[in-house]
């Protein structure tokens, strides 16, 4: 059983960053892929950026290729994703989600989630 807890979620304006963290409890996070998806309102959950259970690989939606990195610390049981140069398209409710090993990008492939944290970027 895994437990996701999002935060750094808030306002920000077109331009900026901001910094999303995912703590996940269990004690074998190491072996989970960890995604991040995000939904607008109206519209269907997309995926943004996943991170491999093995740590070796990363995989990125194209909408935030070169302006979102993912990142991972085992040891703290945290996944991470520093947005730059954020736009108001990329305002939605982000989440943290995990299942085991493989990278997947659909959110049906995920089994684990959190509750999620809002991010709005102003024009």
């Known amino acids: 059983q895994v437990q996701l807890v999002e935060s750094g979620g808030g306002l920000v304006q077109a331009g900026g960053s901001l910094q999303l963290s995912c703590a996940a409890s269990?004690?074998?996070?190491?072996?989970?892929?960890m995604g991040w998806f995000r939904q607008a309102p109206g519209k269907e959950r997309e995926f943004v950026a996943a991170?491999?259970?093995?740590?070796?690989?990363?995989y990125y939606a194209d909408s935030v290729k070169g302006r979102f990195t993912i990142s991972r610390t085992n040891a703290k049981n945290t996944v991470y994703l520093q947005m730059n140069s954020l736009k108001p398209a990329d305002t939605a409710v982000y989440y943290c989600?995990?299942?085991?090993?493989?990278?997947?990008?659909?959110?049906?492939?995920?089994?684990?989630w959190g509750q999620g944290t809002q991010v709005t970027v102003s024009s």
């Open positions: 989600a995990a299942r085991t090993f493989a990278i997947r990008t659909t959110a049906d492939d995920y089994d684990y």
């Open positions: 991170f491999s259970g093995n740590g070796v690989s990363t």
């Open positions: 269990g004690r074998t996070f190491s072996s989970y892929a």
